[in-house]
């Protein structure tokens, strides 16, 4: 039983990592979205927490950040949720959540920077892509998968358990900021 259990994983886990976007994808020129907003020519386009333009106007589309929570024996979050840099959001609930189903989304600009300064304050790309690190996880535990592109670099980590306390305070961040999103039906 437990063999088929990691093959399941091990299978996952590639599915994951091909449905993604481009690993460590490096691109030559920095994205218009990474443009420092203080200088005077992007003052017409200033974006911020407030803004209510749509990232989508100044942003090539790419993966910012995936969460997917997998079940447990018990009443476990089972879920998926995809934020793309343009805003769009899609939300997958499979079981112990309040929306079960596919949903869609579309978050404000400052949405999108809140997720990205995160990622480019924290250290996920220096992380271990397992925790516990030394990869003895615990079958009956919950996995917490999570993907984070800064648009040069990807990494997809696996939480089973023993996660720094950054990865998982970003993971809590992600779900909150799930919830303040106008979900509709798809």
């Not at 017409?44 to 969460?67: D, F, H, M, P, Q």
């Not at 996920?124 to 592109?149: A, C, G, K, Q, W």
Request: hydrophobic share 40%.
């Amino acid at each position: 039983m437990k063999s088929n259990i990691n093959w399941v994983f091990l299978i996952f886990g590639i599915f994951l990592v091909l449905s993604c976007s481009k690993k460590n994808k490096r691109i030559v020129s920095p994205s218009p979205y990474d443009v420092e907003l203080n200088q005077s020519k992007m003052e017409g386009n200033l974006i911020n927490e407030k803004s209510t333009k749509n990232i989508s106007e100044i942003s090539a589309v790419y993966r910012v950040v995936t969460i997917q929570k997998t079940g447990c024996y018990g009443s476990c979050p089972d879920f998926e949720f995809i934020l793309h840099s343009n805003g769009h959001a899609i939300y997958i609930g499979k079981k112990n959540v309040p929306r079960i189903g596919r949903f869609k989304a579309t978050a404000k600009a400052g949405f999108i920077l809140s997720i990205k300064n995160e990622i480019n304050q924290g250290h996920f790309f220096n992380m271990s892509t397992i925790y516990p690190s030394n990869e003895r996880v615990i079958e009956d535990l919950p996995d917490t998968y999570l993907m984070v592109n800064d648009n040069i670099n990807q990494i997809i980590i696996r939480n089973n358990h023993a996660a720094p306390t950054e990865l998982i305070r970003f993971q809590n961040k992600i779900e909150n900021m799930i919830e303040e999103l106008e979900w509709v039906k798809r």
